[in-house]
């Protein structure tokens, strides 16, 4: 993918006319001014399609993060990698490429009225010919998984285990199961103990990239 560098440019220019703007609508991580957002949104699509962004704030008297990501797509990370490597150095905001590992992870997740324990899931990670097959276990799996929100909980629980960058690099595939009555019967694991086992085989994998069945 050829990034535009013109594009970007014109993207971190915004950013800088527009700044004092959207920090005046802060409220703790969250901001108000959804016409901004969304001519933000729009100017990243003429970047590359895949390329999302979200604000993060570990302390309030510390600055806001923008985490760019690319929304699982591993041929937009280079797309992500040139649009963090241009970002200018402004007062009150940083700017940082993918979701990092969090410590410690958190044991919750809230969306909307849907409240996720990271203790619901389980998975299974194996290292077959080189490539690294993780799958998910959950209750209840859905025809489609795009519509329920545990799907979102459990990307946001592996961001926060392994990282978003890594999770699209290192694993080969990620697939969706429902969860056998008792998992340690057919080898499964907790979710929460992923990073442990990612971490103990992930240099045996190249980086290649993730598919989603």
């Not at 990271?118 to 690294?132: A, M, P, T, V, Y």
């Not at 459990?154 to 999770?167: P, Q, S, T, Y």
Request: contains cysteine.
């Amino acid at each position: 993918m050829i990034t535009d560098f013109e594009q970007i440019q014109a993207f971190w220019s915004q950013i800088e006319k527009t700044l004092d703007k959207l920090l005046e609508s802060q409220s703790d991580s969250y901001f108000d001014d959804e016409r901004l957002l969304e001519e933000y949104r729009q100017s990243l699509q003429k970047i590359d399609r895949n390329l999302t962004f979200h604000f993060e704030r570990d302390a309030d008297e510390g600055p806001v993060e923008m985490v760019f990501g690319c929304d699982g797509y591993p041929e937009s990370i280079h797309s992500v990698l040139s649009l963090v490597s241009m970002a200018p150095a402004l007062s009150g905001i940083q700017f940082k490429a993918f979701n990092e590992r969090c410590n410690p992870v958190p044991a919750r997740v809230n969306l909307g009225d849907e409240v996720c324990q990271i203790d619901e899931f389980w998975c299974s990670l194996r290292l077959i010919e080189g490539k690294l097959q993780l799958a998910i276990y959950l209750d209840d799996l859905p025809e489609i998984l795009d519509m329920d929100p545990r799907v979102e909980a459990v990307m946001i629980f592996m961001d926060a285990l392994i990282g978003e960058f890594e999770l699209m690099t290192r694993v080969w595939s990620l697939d969706w199961y429902e969860l056998p009555e008792d998992p340690l019967d057919y080898g499964l694991f907790p979710l929460e103990d992923l990073r442990d086992r990612f971490d103990k085989i992930k240099e045996q994998v190249k980086p290649l990239g993730i598919t989603l069945h």
